[in-house]
Nanobody, 122 residues
Framework: QVQLVESGGGVVQPGGSLRLSCAAS????????MDWYRQAPGNERGLVAS???????NYADSVQGRFTISRDNAKKLMYLQMATLKPEDTAVYYC????????????????WGQGTQVTVSS
């Protein structure tokens, strides 16, 4: 199967920076769109940023200009560089990947990581 593992979360002061990573492994033929989501206590999980396999990106309005999503297709890695962090960015951050498992089937499936906690607090 496919596994996604996030890393890089932690506690940071307002105005600080963090870089999250998401590593994909397992039975992977091709990875299409990859996304970062976040979920704060009491809130629904929401999209933070997306990146296609060709590098087209999209951001939520709340993080536009502060966060940068990127990926390394050869290494099956995705990153989220977060700058000028605010207390409202506090959440568990999840990565999601749309994966084609077998070359002989065009079927694709979404996989999720377990999440990494980001806490922005003074």
């Amino acid at each position: 199967q496919v596994q996604l593992v996030e890393s890089g979360g932690g506690v940071v002061q307002p105005g600080g920076s963090l870089r999250l990573s998401c590593a994909a492994s397992g039975r992977i033929f091709s990875i299409y769109t990859m996304d970062w989501y976040r979920q704060a206590p009491g809130n629904e999980r929401g999209l933070v940023a997306s990146i296609t396999s060709s590098g087209s990106v999209n951001y939520a309005d709340s993080v536009q200009g502060r966060f940068t999503i990127s990926r390394d297709n050869a290494k099956k890695l995705m990153y989220l560089q977060m700058a000028t962090l605010k207390p409202e960015d506090t959440a568990v951050y999840y990565c999601k990947a749309n994966v084609q498992t077998f070359p002989w089937s065009s079927s694709r499936k979404d996989y999720w990581g377990q999440g990494t906690q980001v806490t922005v607090s003074s």
